[in-house]
């Protein structure tokens, strides 16, 4: 059974890097056929996807959040992580990690999810 | 972006109810089109992919259609379990993007 859960701090200041890892298990992230990916519910809006990575290390980022946004893969860890520069208020949300599948083009496991506020 | 119309926004039903809920893309998307289940507190789970493949493990009561721009969910015969917020996804292009959600509650 695959399972993905997210870990990193829940309050960020204002102008600092928003940083989370995804630690995944039951699954390799070395397998082909998956996107390893972050999405976000803002409180009371709906969900945004940010971006995923490839096994490769290719990554696709939403536009909307490109120029703050770095994706990236540790195999050795069977962690992919996620860091947001520049953050504002407006990046308080819930943050998942989830995997999308190749072959469903659906995210098919998630993690449970975790708050993060950017307050002074 | 693909933006993404579900309607209604909410919904009140009553369990043993049949219950549909639609999906709109500002362009085709061809049959690339997903259906995830909310519950409060919860991460979103995967209902229907591509359409209308039901996700193993998901109730026979649920199904997907549509094709191109217009989409539907249908809730044979509500169950208790059913009441949640249910979101469509499109993943035919980059950004990958979400409907707004609807709310489906207890009449």
């Known amino acids: 059974q695959v399972q993905l859960q997210e870990s990193g701090p829940g309050l960020v200041k204002p102008s600092q890097t928003l940083s989370l890892t995804c630690t995944v298990s039951g699954d390799s992230i070395s397998t082909a056929g998956y996107y390893w990916s972050w999405i976000r519910h803002h409180p009371g809006k709906g969900l945004e996807w940010i971006g995923y990575i490839y096994h490769s290390g290719s990554t696709y980022y939403n536009p909307s959040l490109k120029s703050r946004l770095l994706i990236s893969l540790d195999t050795s860890k069977t962690q992919f992580s996620l860091k947001l520069s520049s953050v504002t208020a407006a990046d308080t949300a819930i943050y998942y990690c989830?995997?999308?599948?190749?072959?469903?083009?659906?995210?098919?496991?998630w993690g449970q999810g975790t708050l993060v506020s950017v307050s002074s | 972006d693909i933006q993404m119309t579900q309607s209604p926004s909410s919904l009140s039903a009553s369990v043993g109810d049949r219950v549909t809920i639609t999906c709109r893309a500002s362009?085709?998307?061809?049959?690339?089109l997903n259906w995830y289940q909310q519950r409060p507190g919860k991460a979103p789970e995967l209902l229907i992919y591509?359409?209308?493949n039901l996700q193993s493990g998901v109730p026979s009561r649920f199904s997907g259609g549509g094709s191109g721009t217009d989409f539907t969910l249908a809730i044979s015969s509500l169950q208790p379990e059913d009441f949640a917020t249910y979101y469509c996804?499109?993943?035919?292009?980059?950004?990958?993007?979400f409907g707004g959600g609807t709310k489906v509650e207890i009449k």
């Open positions: 989830a995997r999308e599948s190749s072959s469903s083009s659906a995210f098919d496991y």
């Open positions: 996804q499109q993943s035919y292009t980059i950004p990958r993007t």
């Open positions: 591509a359409a209308s």
């Open positions: 362009q085709s998307v061809i049959r690339y």
